[in-house]
């Protein structure tokens, strides 16, 4: 197989204002630019509202397997199929059942991937073989406008090197594929921050295979009874105290022994759960009288800093006048927690991302709820930490 082509990758902006309706923006000159790269077998990075994406034409292999060399992403891991329209769906699809009818009345477009029986069109790379399709119906502007102009399905994942965090900006595309690609669209940070939820309608009831902002909740409000994939909760609460106390720190180190790493920054994320709680939820700064988990959680920074460890810390504005670290990223500075978490879903990937900018060795970072979007936070934070996690 030939290398990687060598690009001098465009950076595009464009400003897609609540005025520029996708159909005006399908013809302005830079998304026909890339559109026509799209039609011509190449790859465009483009914004979501979830995270940036890597498309090329769903209907060809060659061209998929440009995005696959890019990211250096192993083929066996099928791609989304992304439309601007249900008439679009025609041959990506081989069916679509009455779960399907309602999701795409519900939730698209919008940040809800569906598993659906392949139709003849896709191309075999995208599928990675399957005879299923993952399909979905981006919101963002540019997107739509992107999809419209090539007049094509756009298969993309997500627009990182393979196992690096996923790109919220344009900026995080560059650092990535800079050179591997020959444009990227800035449209700005994406809105959601943590890629959409995937559900599989292929099986005899509906089952998430990847949590996103799109709830378990919201999805049986609509279409009944909803699955979580097994393998999913298994990797997720199957924590095993299987690490000694650590005598420095006080506190016991926690492994799921998940195999795959994923969404990782190069410095060890630890995740710090309460002792307390029930699974995973945050530990806030009133949880302990006379500051007993403030001091906990301080003792961890001062334990690995004494180490010679540049340690970088992920917590709220108000968190952040507590501790004392190298590098403090705030993800939030509400008070209000379901805010919290909308801004950490939003800011995650970034703030993973800044953590190897200060080249920090040691990321802490307290567990959040799993309830709602939380569920999708801690999948990504379980598989960024390798399921490294700390109690106190
Ligand atoms: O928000 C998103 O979904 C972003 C934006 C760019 O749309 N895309 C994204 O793509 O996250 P990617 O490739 O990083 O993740 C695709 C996920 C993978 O977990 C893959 O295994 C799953 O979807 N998937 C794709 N096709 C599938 C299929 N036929 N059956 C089951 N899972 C599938
Ligand atoms: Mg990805």
């Given at each position: 197989m030939d290398e990687v082509r060598e690009w001098s990758t465009r950076h595009i902006v464009i400003?897609?204002?609540?005025?520029?309706?996708v159909d005006k923006l399908s013809k302005h000159p830079h998304i026909q630019e890339a559109a026509q790269l799209i039609k011509a077998g190449e790859v465009v990075a483009f914004p979501t509202e979830t995270v940036y994406g890597l498309g090329a034409s769903a209907l060809s292999n060659q061209a998929v397997e440009k995005i696959y060399k890019a990211k250096g992403r192993p083929s066996d891991n099928p791609l989304i199929v992304h439309v601007a329209s249900v008439e679009q769906l025609a041959g990506v699809v081989d069916n679509l059942s009455h779960y399907a009818h309602l999701c795409i009345k519900y939730?698209?477009?919008?940040?809800l991937t569906l598993v659906l029986p392949k139709g003849?069109?896709?191309?075999?790379a995208v599928t990675a073989g399957l005879s299923t399709v993952a399909v979905r119906m981006p919101e963002h502007p540019v997107a739509k406008a992107l999809i419209l102009a090539a007049e094509l399905p756009i298969a993309a994942p997500s627009?990182?090197?393979?196992?690096?965090p996923s790109p919220t900006e344009a900026k995080h595309v560059l650092e990535d594929l800079m050179g591997k690609i020959p444009v990227v669209i800035d449209g700005g940070a994406t809105g959601v921050g943590v890629e959409s939820t995937v559900l599989d309608l292929t099986g005899d009831q509906p089952c998430i295979l990847r949590p996103g902002s799109i709830t378990k909740d919201q999805l049986e409000k609509v279409i009944g009874e909803v699955t979580i994939d097994p393998a999913l909760t298994r990797s997720m609460y199957s924590?095993?105290?299987?690490h000694p106390v650590d005598a420095d720190i006080g506190i016991q180190p926690k492994s799921p022994g998940m195999k795959y790493k994923h969404y990782a920054p190069q410095g060890e994320l630890w995740l710090v759960q309460h002792k307390?709680?029930?699974?995973?939820q945050h530990i806030s700064v009133s949880d302990y009288d006379n500051g007993e988990a403030e001091s906990a959680f301080q003792r961890l920074i001062d334990t690995h800093r004494s180490k010679g460890k540049q340690v970088g810390i992920l917590v709220t504005a108000a968190e952040a006048q507590v501790y004392n670290s190298d590098f403090t990223y705030i993800y939030s500075d509400d008070s209000a927690e379901e805010k919290q978490l909308a801004a950490l879903a939003q800011h995650l990937y970034s703030g993973l991302r800044a953590m190897d900018e200060q080249k920090i060795d040691i990321i802490l970072m307290k567990t959040v709820t799993d309830d709602g979007l939380g569920l999708a936070i801690m999948n990504r934070l379980l598989k960024a930490s390798s399921g490294r996690m700390v109690t106190i």
């Open positions: 400003n897609s204002g609540v005025d520029n309706h939730f698209w477009p919008g940040p003849e069109k896709v191309c075999t627009a990182n090197s393979s196992g690096r924590v095993e105290a299987d307390g709680k029930q699974k995973h």
